[in-house]
């Protein structure tokens, strides 16, 4: 299941012309990608390390180590991220902090890095919209930029903090 889910997200990646790395890099601002095909519903954020930990440097002491650990455990909770309005189980999540403070390869401090969290969901029914909780977990972010594929289309949208919610009909 992980490599069909890892192939939905390259379709969608593909057939949206995006390319997350590619993007402008804005604090406050992040990405949602989702893709949904049958009943795989796959969510990934992209948010800047310094709305995400409040700082974007390598892990400097015990501190930013402890913010990294804390926000990592956080996300593994889906409900600190997204509440889905449909009938899904979590299936699987992934995030960019697992070993940000053991990696010591040369960065320059000026870099600004992302923090990247991916959620799998098993739905039996059709996920008509969701509303992000993220905003929450994080007061600098105030919006992100959804995109979305599925077996009925394609689209994109603004979430922020004041409407922090997306709907589409199937």
């Known amino acids: 299941m992980k490599t069909f889910t890892k192939g939905l997200s390259i379709a969608l990646l593909l057939s949206m012309g995006f390319s997350a790395h590619a993007q402008k890099h804005v604090h406050g601002e992040g990405e949602l990608l989702i893709a949904q095909e049958g009943s795989v519903l796959q969510m990934q954020f992209i948010i800047p390390a310094a709305d995400a930990l409040g700082f974007e440097h390598q892990a400097a002491n015990s501190a930013d180590k402890n913010a990294i650990d804390v926000l990592a455990q956080q996300l593994k909770n889906s409900s600190h991220a997204i509440d889905i309005k449909g009938q899904c189980i979590l299936q699987s999540t992934e995030n960019s902090l697992a070993h940000s403070h053991d990696d010591h390869d040369d960065h320059d401090d000026h870099d600004h890095h992302n923090v990247e969290a991916t959620y799998n969901f098993n739905c039996k029914t059709p996920v008509l919209g969701f509303s992000v909780t ?37």
């Open 134 to 170: 993220l905003f929450k977990l994080m007061p600098s972010l105030t919006a992100l930029n959804v995109q979305w594929i599925s077996k009925t289309g394609q689209g994109s949208a603004e979430v922020t903090r004041n409407n922090p919610v997306i709907s589409w009909q199937s």
